[in-house]
Nanobody, 120 residues
């Protein structure tokens, strides 16, 4: 499954962005999906996940600010990010929870992320 996140950009602190990840119908329906992020010099972390049944979980750092959703009509997973902070600056990736695909050298396949930059 090709993974391509979109919707990132430059925003001022307090602003909002909506990220999207369009998937195949099978992949969308079969797996739990999540949004991960990796800030410069830091490890990648899972910030939001949604189960096939729609149950959502969030990292404490984004709870009550970010909303993950599944749009069945378009086989797309979204991340609505509100009240953004400079510490939210990172490359954001969508992937299954846990990640399931690997590259031919055995690394986890992350696909193309989208960069979110929050200015103070």
């Amino acid at each position: 499954v090709q993974l391509q996140a979109s919707g990132g950009g430059l925003v001022q602190a307090g602003g909002s962005l909506r990220l999207s990840c369009a998937l195949s119908r099978e992949a969308f329906a079969e797996y739990p999906w999540g949004w991960y992020r990796q800030a410069p010099g830091k490890q990648r972390e899972l910030v939001a996940e949604v189960s096939t049944g729609g149950i959502r979980n969030y990292a404490d750092s984004v709870k009550n600010r970010f909303i993950i959703s599944r749009e069945s009509a378009k086989n797309t997973v979204h991340l609505q990010m509100n009240r953004l902070k400079p510490e939210d600056t990172a490359a954001y990736y969508c992937n299954t929870v846990p990640p399931r695909q690997v590259t031919f050298v055995g690394d986890v396949y992350w696909g193309q992320g989208t960069l979110v930059t929050v200015s103070s």
